[in-house]
């Protein structure tokens, strides 16, 4: 089974407002993956786990936080929603074995209003 | 730095007609080249991938050829069908699972 879940699917949020994605998979990955997706440009990486360790990019730091409490699950943290916060938000994994092969989840699309 | 650039934003085509998406890359390294295909409503999946070991890869008709000399990765089908309509991506993998750098995504859109 190569699923990847995420919840949930869809999300509407108050500006200022805190938000939390979910996202679990049952493949024993070592590497899980939040990425913001934007219409017509490419997933943009936000931040990444490689067994407990937290990898977040440098121009999203500040923004999103995350945590995995478990091989199995990882959730995405906005603290105070922006009106720039909406996008689809795409977790994925994947394994050192799997030759940066991504498996994604059908993706949680967050609405700020 | 590395760089991945899809130039076509949209493609439209007509079943059974031959589709060739344009992608090229710039890195200094020995990368693993990747499509990845997101159709409507679902998650990016692998579509095909190559490595400087091997460089053509194909999947479900489609191919891709790994050009060391044009820095090209393009992606073909000999004849499209309406479900081939998504998102295509070629993507850059140099130095780690986690270093994937991605085109812009190209629209295919096949006319009935």
């Known amino acids: 089974d190569t699923t990847v879940k995420q919840n949930p699917r869809y999300k509407l949020a108050r500006v200022g407002k805190p938000v939390n994605l979910i996202c679990s998979q049952t493949?024993?990955?070592?590497?899980m993956y939040w990425y913001q997706k934007k219409p017509n440009q490419a997933p943009k990486l936000l931040l990444f786990y490689y067994d407990k360790i937290l990898n977040r990019e440098a121009d999203t730091f500040e923004k999103f936080q995350s945590s995995r409490p478990n091989n199995s699950f990882c959730s995405l943290y906005i603290g105070s929603a922006g009106l720039e916060y909406s996008a689809m938000y795409l977790c994925a994994s994947s394994t050192t074995y799997s030759g940066n092969t991504l498996y994604f989840g059908e993706g949680s699309r967050l609405i700020v209003v | 730095g590395n760089s991945v650039t899809q130039m076509q934003g949209q493609v439209t085509l007509s079943e059974e007609e031959f589709l060739f998406i344009n992608c090229t890359y710039s890195?200094?390294?020995?990368?693993?080249l990747f499509w990845y295909v997101q159709y409507p409503g679902e998650g990016p999946q692998l579509l095909l991938k190559v490595t400087t070991a091997n460089n053509k890869g194909s999947s479900r008709g489609f191919e891709a050829t790994y050009d060391k000399g044009t820095t090209s990765f393009h992606l073909q089908k000999a004849s499209v069908q309406e479900s081939d309509s998504a998102v295509y991506y070629c993507?850059?993998?140099?130095?780690?699972?986690?270093?994937?750098?991605w085109g812009s995504g190209t629209k295919l859109i096949i006319k009935p």
């Open positions: 993507v850059l993998g140099d130095g780690g699972n986690y270093q994937l750098i």
């Open positions: 493949m024993n990955h070592d590497t």
């Open positions: 890195t200094t390294g020995y990368p693993t």
